[in-house]
Nanobody, 121 residues
Framework: QVQLVESGGGLVQPGESLRLSCAAS????????IGWFRQAPGKEREGLSC????????YYPDSVKGRFTISRDNARNMVHLQMNSLKAEDTAVYYC??????????????WGKGTLVTVSS
């Protein structure tokens, strides 16, 4: 049974940090590319960052570069997204996704249900 479960979301004030986690079950993430995505209210889903099976890391929008960091923990079958200096516009549902084709340029096969991050004073 393949499953991805996100955790770590919540309500934070602007300038604070959160660490999101993505736990995989039913398969091993070491051979997969893993990405983080988000969807803000009224907006399209946006790719944020991806780590390939060879640990090549890509950050996509300029709005997260320098603030968000993706990392892989193969021993725990997890991937994390460290988010610093959060802004109100970071408010969204955050998703992790994975593909057995271990390149970030490929479409994702498995998706989690998402975790809500709300940044507000």
């Amino acid at each position: 049974q393949v499953q991805l479960v996100e955790s770590g979301g919540g309500l934070v004030q602007p300038g604070e940090s959160l660490r999101l986690s993505c736990a995989a079950s039913g398969f091993n993430l070491d051979a997969y590319a893993i990405g983080w995505f988000r969807q803000a209210p009224g907006k399209e889903r946006e790719g944020l960052s991806c780590i390939s099976s060879k640990d090549t890391i890509t950050y996509y929008p300029d709005s997260v570069k320098g603030r968000f960091t993706i990392s892989r923990d193969n021993a725990r079958n997890m991937v994390h997204l460290q988010m610093n200096s959060l802004k109100a516009e970071d408010t969204a549902v955050y998703y992790c996704a994975a593909t057995s084709i271990g390149l970030c340029s490929r479409g994702m096969m498995y998706w989690g249900k998402g975790t809500l991050v709300t940044v507000s004073s």
